[in-house]
Each structure stands twice: as C-alpha cells, then as structure tokens.
C-alpha cells in the first residue's frame, strides 16, 4: 500500500467518523427540543389549572358580593331574580372554565406536535448522516480500487516511463 492510498483510506475514515458524530448531535438536539416541548405542554396544562383555581377564588367573591347587595336591597335569597343572577353566574363560570381548559389544551397539543416533529427531523438527520457515510464509504473505496488499478505491476497506465530503450525523441536530435 502505498502511502497516498493510506492517506485516502485515513481521510475517508475520519470523515465518516465526523458524519457519524455529526448526524447524532444532530439527533441528539432535535430530541431535546422535542423534551422541552414536552415540558411547555406540561406546563400549559399546569397554568390552566392554577388560572381555572384563580378563576373560582374571584367568581366566589363576586358570588358573595352579589349575594351582599342582594340582601342589602331586600331581595329573598334563592327565588325569582336572585336564583336568576346565580343561575346566571354558575353557567357564565362554567363555560369560563371550559374555554380556559379549551385553549390550554390546543395549545399543549401544538407542543406535544412539536415534539413529535422534532423527534422525526432527528431521525432525519440521523438517516441522512447514514446515507452520507455510505456515500463516503463509496467514493473512499472508488478511489482505492482506482489507484490500485493505477499503481498495479503490469498496467501501462500510471507509468511515466518506457521500459524499453527506444526513444521516439532521439531521431530528431
């Protein structure tokens, strides 16, 4: 083996060394992206939960301030007008309550896709760091075959000299 050809077969091996570690940092960022996507979601999830529990604590208030000023005004608790208002009131929060567990579970879904996107893009990545090395692999073996071919005793190519003595060049001297 000559020293050209153990240059070659270095560089192609480092080379398909560096794909490798390339494609799984690749990988690698692309599954933590999809974790902390994942977290997000989570984290919607848990906000709507404190946003439903803040929502009840100040629905309560305004239910006993009314209750106040009903009484204040004479109003018999729990009849006509009364039972109207916090019929009202109860459906409102309700369907306050539904809108905020609504949107906080779209946009948790949104993220849970985005994870399951970057944990495809990775796999990508990885695949095509594969398909790269076995391109590597090819054009590294290629050239070794052709420059054993080149270098090969018997072959007249890569031979800069004539074997026999005759010069083409001595009858013009």
């Known amino acids: 083996m000559s020293w050209q050809t153990a240059v070659v077969a270095a560089i192609g091996a480092a080379q398909y060394q ?7 940092y690749n990988q690698q960022v692309q599954n933590r992206n999809a974790k902390v996507a994942e977290q997000e979601a989570q984290l919607i999830q848990q906000q709507a ?4 529990a803040q929502f009840d604590k100040k629905f309560k208030q305004v239910e006993g301030e009314t209750k106040v000023n009903l ?3 004479g109003v018999v608790q729990g009849s006509g007008t009364a039972y109207r208002i916090e019929e009202s009131n109860a459906l409102e929060a309700e369907l306050q309550k539904n809108v905020i567990k609504y949107n906080a579970n779209v946009n948790a879904a949104r993220r849970i896709e985005e994870a ?4 495809i893009s990775g796999e990508v990545a990885r695949q ?5 090395q076995i391109g590597t692999l090819s054009t590294v073996g290629t050239s070794l075959l052709t420059m054993s071919n080149f270098n090969s005793p018997g072959s007249s190519q890569g031979q800069f000299g004539s074997t026999s003595n005759n ?3 001595s009858n013009y001297s």
């Open 18 to 24: 560096q794909q490798g570690a390339i494609g799984k």
């Open 167 to 169: 010069s083409n060049f």
């Open 116 to 119: 399951n996107f970057s944990r």
């Open 49 to 52: 939960e404190f946003d439903i």
């Open 71 to 73: 009484a204040k005004s």
């Open 128 to 132: 095509s760091t594969r398909l790269a």
